[in-house]
């Protein structure tokens, strides 16, 4: 008789989650419960370096045991690398080795895009973060789509994200800006046809109430994304590989 296959079980990941954002680096360790008391941050600057961040969080985590890297990066992210340098840090984010400096595998998405999978409850999802920026990422059925709406152009030579991000904001005033984000939030729900838009990012709470086909997100679910993105179906699968930590002793070959 021929034995059943047994079903081989998925290796469960101790997980680090890393939020990098424009104002804050957020970090979490998988198994603690999100919120403000537990999770650990330090302040991030325009001039904020790739090494310089992890160095930060190596220091906010130094008790902490972890043998995965989750990490939701500000800019564009190819194949689980940053393609592109983020608009409001610092220089050479793009060629780093992340895996190296963290001294453990690490997966990398766009941050709207971690927050998004956190924020995920079936159907077709459009989620925006209303933060530094304007972060956008689709989830149809189950398939990530990471997106960068907030540099399409808008109104008046301007951006979505330069009418709903922190520098909207400032220079609108709240009364114009929340007519922005509704405008924005509606033009993107028709265009795209989804069942709901989640809204995320520390500038929701400034909305008096929210636009239609909308619900709030919360932040602390970007920690959620990062511990699906190593043991949750479908995301631990249908992401390429994480690169482990490269030996520096080992010689280039030709």
Do not use: C
């Not at 890393?18 to 008391?37: N, Q, T, Y």
Request: glycine letters at 12%; charged letters at 25%.
């Amino acid at each position: 008789m021929k034995k059943p296959q047994m079903k081989k079980e998925r290796r469960s990941h101790q997980v680090l989650a890393v939020d990098v954002g424009g104002s804050h680096v957020k970090v979490l360790l998988s198994g603690m419960e999100a919120g403000r008391d537990t999770e650990r941050r330090m302040d991030s600057n325009p001039a904020m370096t790739p090494a310089q961040m992890v160095k930060g969080v190596r220091a906010l985590t130094a008790d902490w045991k972890f043998n995965t890297v989750a990490m939701g990066y500000p800019g564009v992210v190819w194949h689980g690398q940053p393609i592109v340098e983020p608009h409001h840090l610092g220089k050479g984010w793009v060629s780093f080795d992340y895996a190296q400096a963290f001294g453990a595998p690490v997966r990398i998405v766009n941050d709207a895009a971690m927050q998004a999978i956190g924020s995920y409850e079936g159907g077709r999802m459009l989620f925006l973060g209303l933060g530094t920026g304007l972060g956008s990422a689709m989830i149809l059925g189950g398939v990530l789509e990471p997106m960068e709406l907030g540099h399409l152009p808008y109104r008046k030579d301007r951006t979505y994200e330069d009418y709903v991000g922190i520098a909207g904001l400032a220079r609108l005033g709240k009364k114009r800006w929340r007519d922005a984000v509704f405008d924005v939030v509606e033009r993107l729900r028709i265009a795209f046809e989804v069942d709901y838009v989640v809204l995320g990012g520390g500038n929701v709470a400034k909305l008096k109430k929210l636009p239609p086909g909308a619900r709030a997100g919360d932040n602390a679910n970007a920690f959620t994304g990062g511990f699906r993105l190593w043991n949750e179906e479908p995301w631990a699968t249908n992401l390429d590989s994480a690169t482990a930590p490269r030996n520096p002793r080992r010689k280039k070959t030709s």
